[in-house]
């Protein structure tokens, strides 16, 4: 009985640590965002707790001093193009190396993951020449022509994972029943790899949020930017870092990302699950 009840104190203390260690980097933006500059700088006051009152000067200055829902939108409209261009290139993909290729298709999808692992300092330099050749310079659609080219390749390989844990006889079992292959492959085998297909929705929105190379590179007017270079652009002007404005904006931009991650916590999961194991 006493052993029984350690072994719960050390789990439950355990997990309160780790949900403090979580949840510190939003109190510290939270109460930074609203935090006076003279708290805020003052090296004798606690950084945890307010020894002023709190103010929303900080706030007003990242709302209506810098284009920071501009910032949001175009975080958005980036988000959801490159998202849409890379689930209907990456589902298809992945399903033919996984089904249809034969042995060869998992050299090929390894091969296809492994350009993602080129670094972006390397690639924004050829890229920045074909972006001048389309004509698209200092235009939200470099980006969306961009970033599909390092969300692809993964999602491609993710998603082989999860179409391969899936038997062959469910497949196999829809085409004898008069399901043409992309029937099959429509009514039956996405419908069972949405864990999967929602991983990489989720994954390529955060790719896409927090991406700074490239958006450095390709936009220059303010109100162009995405989230990831406006906030650093906008709110550090020199030697000056406007502390509280910039975790109020990394703070408000981190809510939609928990929330979807919240929503969707256990398709991901379970998507993930699904991609290491094999039946």
Known sequence: MLKKIFSKSGFYIALTFFILFSAAPFYVMLITMFKRSRDLFNPDNNPFFFTDAPTIEHLSLLIYQ????????????VGIAVVIITVALAVPAAFSLARMAGR???NLGIGIFLTYLIPPTL????????????????SLWSLILVYPTFSVPFCTWLLMSFFKSIPKEIEEQALIDGCSRLGAFIKVLLPLSMPGIITIVVFTFTLVAHEYIYALAFIQDSAKKTIGIGMTTELIRGDVFYWGALMGGALIASIPVAI??????????????MGTTKR
């Open 123 to 138: 690639l924004f330099i050829p890229l920045s020449k074909v972006v001048s050749m389309l004509g698209l310079q200092n």
């Open 66 to 77: 810098t284009p920071y829902v501009k910032f949001l939108l175009n975080t958005l409209f």
């Open 104 to 106: 060869w298709g998992e």
């Open 260 to 273: 979807l991650y919240t929503l969707f916590l256990d398709r991901i999961i379970s998507g993930l699950a």
